[in-house]
């Protein structure tokens, strides 16, 4: 629990429902912009009017560029899932070590860090371009001799 094991060996990005918040969060900032345009024409005020637009066609477009993206994200994680699972699912956790490694060496042989072996995991699925930021698995290389398939 203080080192974080559960993020630093999760088998994927965690896609659940961003989508529909993202889209909830838009709609009210578009909401807002209407909100603007609607006290510009009640106060004669055309600057209020023409940016309560700008604002709100920007929220509204913005919105569903990003749950597109949200469902992009989602799809990848869903098809890469069974990917990642056969990398994931044999693996084995040293506490003393602090290391990762597959007992008898299939499907990939070798100890890693934590760090190395989420990257290795998420880039086996396809979605290793989904580490957020900040993320140590991002910077770390995984070393040529533990890749699956390689001897």
């Known amino acids: 629990m ?4 559960y993020g630093r060996l999760a088998p994927g990005p965690d896609k659940t429902g961003d989508g529909c918040m993202h889209f909830v969060e838009g ?22 009017v023409i940016g309560g637009v700008a604002l709100a066609l920007l929220c509204f477009i913005g919105t569903f560029v990003v749950v597109r993206g949200d469902g992009r994200e989602k799809a990848a994680a869903e098809a890469g899932g069974p990917r990642a699972e056969l990398v994931w699912q044999p ?4 506490y003393g070590c602090t290391s990762v490694f597959c007992p008898g060496g299939v499907p ?16 086996e699925a396809g979605y290793a371009d989904q580490l957020p930021a900040g993320d140590k698995a991002r910077d770390v290389e995984i070393p040529s001799q533990v890749r699956p398939g390689t001897s």
């Open 91 to 94: 693996a084995h956790y040293c």
């Open 27 to 48: 709609m009210v900032m578009t909401g807002i912009g209407i909100a603007v345009v609607y006290t510009g024409v009640q106060q004669d005020k055309p600057l209020y």
């Open 108 to 123: 990939w042989q070798g100890t890693l860090t934590p760090e190395q072996f989420k990257k290795l995991v998420w880039t």
């Open 2 to 5: 203080r080192d974080d094991l």
